[in-house]
């Protein structure tokens, strides 16, 4: 079966740090771009950050950038978003999805598996 599981989430502070993973089983993601997305209540989906299938290529949206950091473990067959100086706004549910094209992902557009989500919340 193929799936992705994000964890990580949580009840942070303003200027915390939480790190997400999103682990795939059923295939590899050696092959797939993979990207973070963020749905915050009331708005619309936004791409976070992506990473490319081979050369480590990153993206990250103006918001986060400076303060996200994204990586990959094809090894593990997993990917990873160090969030760090987390702002009030960071707040959503926060997704992993893969697609075989890059810069498709970083344009949003997924035509391979997502997971189920992760909250983050920040708060005092």
């Known amino acids: 079966q193929v799936q992705l599981v994000e964890s990580g989430g949580g009840l942070v502070q303003p200027g915390g740090s939480l790190r997400l993973s999103c682990v795939a089983s059923g295939f590899t993601l050696d092959y797939y771009a993979i990207g973070w997305f963020r749905q915050a209540p009331g708005k619309e989906r936004e791409g976070v950050s992506c990473i490319s299938s081979s050369d480590g290529i990153t993206y990250y949206a103006d918001s986060v950038k400076g303060r996200f950091t994204i990586s990959r473990d094809n090894f593990k067959n997993s990917v990873y978003l160090q969030m760090n100086s987390l702002k009030p706004e960071d707040t959503a549910v926060y997704y992993c999805?893969?697609?075989?094209?890059?810069?498709?992902?970083?344009?949003?557009?997924?035509?391979?598996?997502w997971g189920q989500g992760t909250q983050v919340t920040v708060s005092s």
């Open positions: 999805a893969t697609d075989p094209d890059y810069e498709s992902l970083v344009a949003g557009i997924v035509r391979g598996s």
